[in-house]
């Protein structure tokens, strides 16, 4: 063989290496693009018990937020959509929202966002009206005139199409988002995040995977499905996966994501869920120091258990524990180290929602 030859032939035999490596490479790329911190967390270690308060509603509590030792809960009474209870006796102090159609009125559906903010002095609380109208209510005022006072509203993304939404910098018209998307370059459904800056007209995309989960005919497409929680000064966001083991944190200020995941449980590279089986639910409340999620354990006969997982902001694991009764849209009183949640129960057809207290006091320090 000529030397000219020979230099052909390696060369082409070079080329068919790299391109072989390169291929290799990209079939086992890690389908989501960002660091990933493994945790782990024994099913067995304690259990928390809840007291009941004495509060009892009778009808069905869908959010609830605790500020400043009072609580506000999402409700649907004649007078209004939000009642606040005083956290000391849990007696009525207000109730605000009324049904109607001026401004501070507010019509179905409505929904009580987790996010909260403090401004000059003031309690800032935001309400989804209409589903596609987003409302921001000075509650300090609010409660002193004895009236429902809205200070700012806009058009939001509907909360009803399959959509999450959290705000930015405390501003009603700079949210970060998640949507479901038909599909993609692979004609595969996906889920968009992005954050939208309405008063500049800008948009910056967050590409969180590489491509989709692998499928079969079970599987869900939507496989990183979950509610948004935000830190409560910060513009630091989490999104505990519904189906999945996940948890995603958004650092928005900072532009970084990264993910905790339960140790040896299925990852984004294995087969995606097929959807029967919560993970963790939409109910989630944050302190300046955790995140506290409600985590389902689903045993061989379909029974669940729900537990209470406990991050800090840097994704670091801090206790878990099961809890009884189950609880709804719980809330974490920082003064008291004591987390206050909503049992559901049905007696002679009539829904009621219980008011629990549990005492995180030894398990969360």
Same mark, same amino acid.
């Given at each position: 063989?000529?030397?000219?030859?020979?230099?052909?032939?390696?060369?082409?035999?070079?080329?068919?290496?790299?391109?072989?490596?390169?291929?290799?490479?990209?079939?086992?790329?890690?389908?989501?693009?960002?660091?990933?911190?493994?945790?782990?967390?024994?099913?067995?270690?304690?259990?928390?018990?809840?007291?009941?308060?004495?509060?009892?509603?009778?009808?069905?509590?869908?959010?609830?937020?605790?500020?400043?030792?009072?609580?506000?809960?999402?409700?649907?009474?004649?007078?209004?959509?939000?009642?606040?209870?005083?956290?000391?006796?849990?007696?009525?102090?207000?109730?605000?929202?009324?049904?109607?159609?001026?401004? $501070?009125?507010?019509?179905?559906?409505? +929904? /009580?966002? *987790?996010?909260?903010? %403090? @401004? =000059?002095?003031?309690?800032?609380?935001?309400?989804?009206?209409?589903?596609?109208?987003?409302?921001?209510?000075?509650?300090?005022?609010?409660?002193?005139?004895?009236?429902?006072?809205?200070?700012?509203?806009?058009?939001?993304?509907?909360?009803?199409?399959?959509?999450?939404?959290?705000?930015?910098?405390?501003?009603?018209?700079?949210?970060?988002?998640?949507?479901?998307?038909?599909?993609?370059?692979?004609?595969?459904?996906?889920?968009?995040?992005?954050?939208?800056?309405?008063? $500049?007209?800008?948009?910056?995309?967050? +590409? /969180?995977? *590489?491509?989709?989960? %692998? @499928? =079969?005919?079970?599987?869900?497409?939507?496989?990183?499905?979950?509610?948004?929680?935000?830190?409560?000064?910060?513009?630091?966001?989490?999104?505990?996966?519904?189906?999945?083991?996940?948890?995603?944190?958004?650092?928005?200020?900072?532009?970084?994501?990264?993910?905790?995941?339960?140790?040896?449980?299925?990852?984004?590279?294995?087969?995606?869920?097929?959807?029967?089986?919560?993970?963790?639910?939409?109910?989630?409340?944050?302190?300046?120091?955790?995140?506290?999620?409600?985590?389902?354990?689903?045993?061989?006969?379909?029974?669940?258990? *729900?537990?209470?997982?406990?991050? =800090?902001?840097?994704?670091?694991?801090?206790?878990?524990?099961?809890?009884?009764?189950?609880?709804?849209?719980?809330?974490?009183?920082?003064?008291?180290?004591?987390?206050?949640?909503?049992?559901?129960?049905?007696?002679?057809?009539?829904?009621?929602?219980?008011?629990?207290?549990?005492?995180?006091?030894?398990?969360?320090?």
């Amino acid at each position: 063989m000529s030397k000219h030859l020979f230099v052909k032939v390696a060369g082409i035999v070079s080329m068919a290496i790299i391109f072989i490596c390169v291929s290799s490479c990209l079939k086992n790329k890690p389908i989501f693009l960002h660091e990933v911190k493994e945790f782990s967390f024994n099913e067995s270690d304690c259990t928390l018990t809840g007291i009941p308060t004495g509060l009892e509603y009778e009808g069905d509590i869908e959010e609830t937020l605790l500020i400043d030792s009072l609580l506000i809960c999402q409700v649907e009474e004649p007078e209004g959509y939000l009642n606040v209870y005083r956290l000391k006796d849990f007696s009525l102090k207000a109730t605000l929202c009324p049904l109607g159609r001026a401004r $501070n009125e507010f019509m179905f559906p409505l +929904k /009580l966002l *987790s996010q909260y903010y %403090k @401004k =000059d002095g003031d309690t800032y609380i935001l309400v989804v009206d209409k589903a596609s109208y987003i409302k921001e209510i000075n509650l300090t005022q609010s409660l002193a005139q004895g009236s429902t006072i809205v200070t700012d509203m806009s058009d939001t993304p509907s909360f009803y199409e399959d959509k999450t939404v959290l705000y930015v910098n405390n501003n009603i018209r700079h949210f970060f988002m998640s949507e479901r998307k038909d599909g993609n370059t692979d004609n595969e459904p996906y889920r968009d995040y992005k954050v939208v800056d309405n008063a $500049n007209n800008d948009t910056t995309l967050i +590409k /969180l995977f *590489s491509k989709s989960m %692998k @499928k =079969d005919e079970e599987s869900i497409s939507d496989f990183s499905f979950g509610v948004f929680i935000k830190h409560p000064q910060k513009n630091l966001f989490a999104q505990p996966c519904q189906w999945m083991d996940y948890i995603i944190f958004f650092d928005i200020d900072n532009d970084k994501v990264f993910a905790v995941h339960r140790k040896d449980k299925p990852t984004f590279n294995n087969l995606a869920p097929d959807g029967r089986s919560i993970v963790y639910s939409c109910f989630t409340c944050a302190s300046n120091d955790y995140l506290f999620t409600n985590y389902i354990v689903t045993d061989e006969d379909g029974n669940e258990d *729900s537990y209470l997982l406990v991050f =800090d902001w840097s994704g670091n694991f801090k206790a878990g524990a099961k809890y009884n009764p189950d609880v709804l849209s719980f809330v974490y009183d920082e003064k008291q180290n004591a987390l206050y949640g909503w049992n559901r129960s049905n007696q002679d057809e009539v829904s009621s929602d219980v008011l629990y207290k549990f005492d995180l006091n030894g398990f969360l320090n």
